[in-house]
């Protein structure tokens, strides 16, 4: 009896307690809403979130107009017209006045913005400058780096490792893969050895085939009933597929060839020479080239050296894509349809036709514009232009019958005369025609000899009353009375223009008048101010220094002085009086500089800095007597300008009168009698001239009146040259407990001692001044280099490190440590010192020269192009960059960032030794001269060797030349 299925016992049954479905095979551990139920009843309320709560609240205070704490005011929410989050007056209607309040206010915004337009784009400029400082970009710092990359060969670049081989010590080299050829190729090349052969033979031969006209290479005649050329090709015989040379042919089914002949069949099974393949590929290019040949005369058809200069004389025909010149040649011709009264569309048509290169087309076209408009003198001379030169004139006749009131062609048509007597016929007929041109009476003067010329003129002003041109022409070609006759009419004819009473001017000049000169030109600014003109400043400082080009010196003065006060302010007279002067200086107009200053100097008669600006421009620009007389007149009118006194005493030194200086600096003492400057002066001035004693007297009254540290130590310096070293110390030791804070007194009293060799005294010294100063980089400096002679270098470290702790951010300290490293032999250390200095300063030019030679010879020229951004007009770093031109020998590089260094900074005295020692080595004599003579013009004082040098005691009295070689041969040698 079968049994029915089974059913499981579980099925319909409860499930015990703590029952999890799917525990057992690990499928359990998640709950899904089906499992809990819905979250609250259907009866509950919907809980609001909290965006909603605070959405709803903003809504009420809106409504009840109070400000929302939680207002959005960030950028992303900011609308131009109503601000962060909605207008505060949303609900009031925007009507026309909103509008035109808009509108005044943006257009007062607009004025404001313009007003400060150039200072915010100065500032924004300036910022960016800043920024770019700060934070340079990347490929900003690397580029000193990237420079190096330039010194990288061949063979290191190719061992440069791969991303994937940074890890590996080796580089893999790649293998180079070959590929044999396949069986077919060779097959073929085997088989083209038939016709390689045969033109291999023939080349250069002239025999024919018997019955035939062929001849060998250079021929281009084929076989009866062909039409393949011989000339060393495979020519087919006719019904047949076999290679036919000239000399023996292999007919079909052998493998035998006819004497004279290489040529085999294509069953020929013979060894592959590739060496003879070569040379007949060879053979094959000659005979190609030589069917490129003239065969009658031998020579190549094209010119090679002529045949880039002929393509210039090709007028080329294809400028662009020749569907748009046939859709611009329609289009002009609907233009000239649709307007036929247009002068330009004609021009461009034909101007169209003649680029493309038909210029009969062009011809024709303009022709017929000409009876089209013969009005139009546009037309006529693009037509006379496109015509030959035979045919030329005849259309220049035509144009001038249709259009004889036009000058342009009146002009064009005495153009196409070749000799001076038929365009005199032509402008002489014109002017008849056409008698007010000026044009034409000036082409007709200009070939007329001086006195026809005046003849011509004197019509040409009755006929052109105001041309000013005609009537100036006509002034210069006459005598003086008969000159001030016509510029009197002219004056009457134009009386609004200034080139007349100028050229009046000029006119009493030239005929030495020169009283008459500002009389004139005064009268003429009254007269056109009277005729409404209006008197531009600086158009007439143009035509006073125009005056002064054409060597009428009084009158350009007489013009600037008449118009210097036109449009000035009273306050701001003197700053642009300034700058007048200066524009004239750099013009090179230096009559018009000179007038400058003496209008100025006659408004401010007791302005020391006019007088003295004068002064200088009189030093530079001006003669001795000139200079001289400046500054009598200065010192008159200032008599307590000491710098004034001291420059007219120099002055009279230096042109030998001693005597006269005296007097000056004796009344330079009436008026400034406790003047420190006057009486060093006085000091200088005896002892250049050996007069010792009275240059001592003078420093003993000095110190009574005027005991200041300088005449202390002046004092001091005397004895001390002259070799009283008891007396200069003495006078040291007293000044030094008057004025302790004077660190030049400290300075003195340590070298005194150590020219004695008393190294200890001159240490404590040392140390007594620098805890009176300091901050006196010189007294640091100078006790660490004490200490690097006794070869103290932890003493003289100590030192520096301690001078940078009172002084911070000082270039000298750092180079000074620097020098005192390499003084010790630690030659990595200075470089670690110059880093150091260099973050700390970085600005600093001494620490970059500096920089330069320390690197080695590949490395300073990247060095020096990093100094020269960082400094870019320091004359130091400019010395460097041309000392490392001297040192390379590029000699013309070198001379000009010497003098481009001297003139920078003219007080510079190491710049003009090393100029002068460059020229030594590498220039004339003349150039030495120079150099020395430009030195002693500046007479420099400062520097780092300059000062060193000329203060030595044995080199107190040597002259300017003297201390530059001197300075020239101490400097230190560049490796």
């Not at 000139?626 to 010192?635: G, I, N, T, Y």
């Amino acid at each position: 009896m079968a049994s029915g299925p089974r059913v499981a016992n579980f099925i319909g049954v409860a499930a015990p307690s703590g029952y999890v479905p799917g525990l057992g095979r690990g499928a359990s551990g998640f709950t899904t809403r089906s499992d809990i139920g819905p979250a609250r009843d259907e009866t509950d309320m919907a809980v609001p979130s909290e965006a909603q709560v605070q959405a709803a609240v903003r809504k009420m205070r809106r409504e009840d107009g109070a400000a929302d704490p939680d207002e959005n005011l960030n950028d992303t929410n900011y609308d131009e017209f109503s601000g962060y989050s909605g207008s505060l007056f949303s609900k009031g209607d925007y009507d026309k006045d909103d509008e035109e309040a808009d509108g005044i206010y943006d257009a007062i915004m607009d004025r404001q913005d313009q007003r400060r337009k150039t200072h915010r784009e100065k500032r924004e400029k300036e910022e960016l400058i800043k920024f770019r400082k700060e934070r340079p970009k990347i490929q900003q710092q690397f580029a000193d780096l990237k420079r190096q990359l330039t010194e990288v060969s061949a063979e290191e670049w190719a061992n440069l490792p791969d991303v994937a081989d940074i890890g590996k010590k080796v580089k893999k080299k790649r293998l180079e893969k070959f590929t044999a050829a396949p069986d077919s190729f060779l097959d073929a090349a085997r088989s083209s050895m038939t016709g390689l052969h045969m033109a291999a033979d023939f080349s250069g031969t002239s025999t024919s085939m018997p019955g035939t006209a062929t001849s060998f290479p250079g021929t281009a005649t084929a076989f009866p009933g062909t039409a393949t050329s011989f000339g060393g090709t495979r020519t087919a015989y006719p019904g047949t597929g076999t290679a036919y040379p000239g000399t023996g042919t292999a007919y079909p089914g052998t493998g035998t060839a006819y004497p004279g002949s290489r040529t085999a069949m294509p069953g020929y099974s013979g060894e592959l020479n590739l060496g003879e393949i070569g040379h007949a590929r060879k053979t094959m290019m000659g005979v190609k080239l030589d069917q490129a040949s003239d065969s009658v005369s031998g020579q190549t058809v094209v010119d090679a050296k002529g045949y880039l200069t002929d393509l210039n004389s090709i007028t080329p025909k294809n400028l662009g894509n020749i569907g748009d010149v046939k859709k611009g040649r329609l289009l002009l011709k609907s233009v000239r349809q649709t307007n036929p009264k247009h002068a330009p569309a004609w021009i461009a048509s034909a101007g169209l036709e003649e680029i493309t290169g038909k210029l009969q087309s062009a011809r024709n076209i303009i022709m017929k514009g000409t009876e089209v408009n013969p009005k139009s003198e546009e037309i006529w001379l693009e037509a006379i232009r496109l015509m030959p030169p035979s045919q030329a004139k005849s259309v220049a006749a035509q144009a001038i019958n249709a259009c004889p009131l036009s000058v342009k062609l009146w002009l064009r048509a005495s153009e196409l005369e070749p000799d001076k007597k038929s365009k005199r016929a032509v402008l002489r007929k014109a002017l008849e025609t056409v008698p007010d041109a000026v044009r034409l009476w000036k082409a007709a003067v200009d070939i007329e000899e001086a006195k026809e010329a005046k003849i011509m003129l004197e019509r040409a002003v009755e006929c052109c009353p105001q041309s000013v041109e005609l009537w100036l022409a006509l002034a210069h070609l006459s005598t003086y009375t008969e000159a001030q006759k016509v510029l009197n009419r002219a004056r009457i004819s134009i009386p609004t223009d200034r080139s007349i009473w100028i050229t009046a001017a000029r006119l009493e000049e030239a005929a030495g008048k020169g009283k008459n000169v500002e009389k004139i030109i005064q009268t003429g600014v009254k007269s056109l101010r009277a005729n409404g003109v209006e008197i531009n400043r600086d158009e007439w400082i143009k035509e006073a220094e125009k005056a002064e080009a054409n060597d009428s010196v009084a009158t350009a003065q007489a013009i600037m002085t008449s118009v210097l006060d036109e449009g000035v302010e009273a306050e701001e007279r003197k700053t642009q009086w300034m700058e007048d002067a200066d524009n004239a200086v750099t013009n090179e107009s230096y009559a018009c500089a000179r007038a400058v200053y003496a209008h100025a100097l006659a408004a401010f008669r007791s302005d020391e800095g006019i007088w003295l600006q004068a002064a200088y421009f009189e030093k530079e620009h001006g003669t001795v007597e000139s200079l001289d007389e400046h500054l009598r007149m200065a010192v008159k009118y200032c008599p307590q300008a000491e710098v004034l006194w001291l420059m007219g005493a120099k002055q009279q030194w230096v042109n030998g009168n001693i005597q006269q200086a005296r007097q000056i600096l004796a009344s330079a003492f009436s008026s400034n009698p406790n003047s420190e400057e006057i009486w060093l002066a006085a000091v200088k001035l005896e002892s250049e001239n050996n007069e010792f004693e009275r240059a001592a007297k003078l420093l003993e009254n000095a110190r009574q009146k005027a005991g200041t540290a300088r005449v202390w130590w002046k004092s001091a310096r005397l004895e001390w040259v002259q070799g009283n070293l008891v007396e200069a110390r003495r006078m040291l030791d007293a000044a030094s407990q008057i004025h302790e804070d004077e660190p030049r007194l400290w300075m003195m009293r340590g070298q005194l001692e150590e020219q004695e060799g008393n190294s200890a005294a001159a240490r404590e010294l040392y140390a007594k001044g620098l805890k009176h100063n300091p901050k006196s980089i010189v007294l640091w400096t100078l006790a660490a280099r004490l200490e690097v002679r006794q070869q103290a270098y932890t003493r003289a470290r100590s030192l520096l490190e301690k001078a940078r702790t009172k002084i911070p951010a000082c270039a000298e300290l750092w180079l000074e440590s620097c020098k005192v490293e390499t003084a010790a032999g630690f030659e990595q250390n200075a470089k670690t010192q110059m880093a150091r200095a260099l973050q700390e300063c970085p600005t600093s030019g001494l620490l970059w020269a500096s920089a330069i030679f320390m690197e080695s010879g590949p490395l300073r020229k990247s060095k020096s192009v990093d100094a020269l951004k960082k400094c870019e007009n320091n004359p130091l770093v400019l010395l460097a960059v041309a000392n490392l031109f001297f040192a390379e020998r590029k000699i013309k590089k070198a001379r000009s960032w010497f003098n481009r260094t001297v003139k920078l900074d003219p007080d510079f005295g190491d710049a003009w030794a090393a100029y002068y020692k460059f020229e030594m080595q590498y220039g004339t004599e003349v150039q030495q001269n120079e150099v020395a003579k430009h030195c002693g013009m500046a007479e420099p004082r400062h520097g780092q060797v300059w000062p060193e040098v000329a203060k030595r005691v044995e080199n107190w009295k040597k002259t300017n030349r003297e201390l530059l070689a001197l300075v020239a041969r101490e400097l230190p040698a560049i490796n």
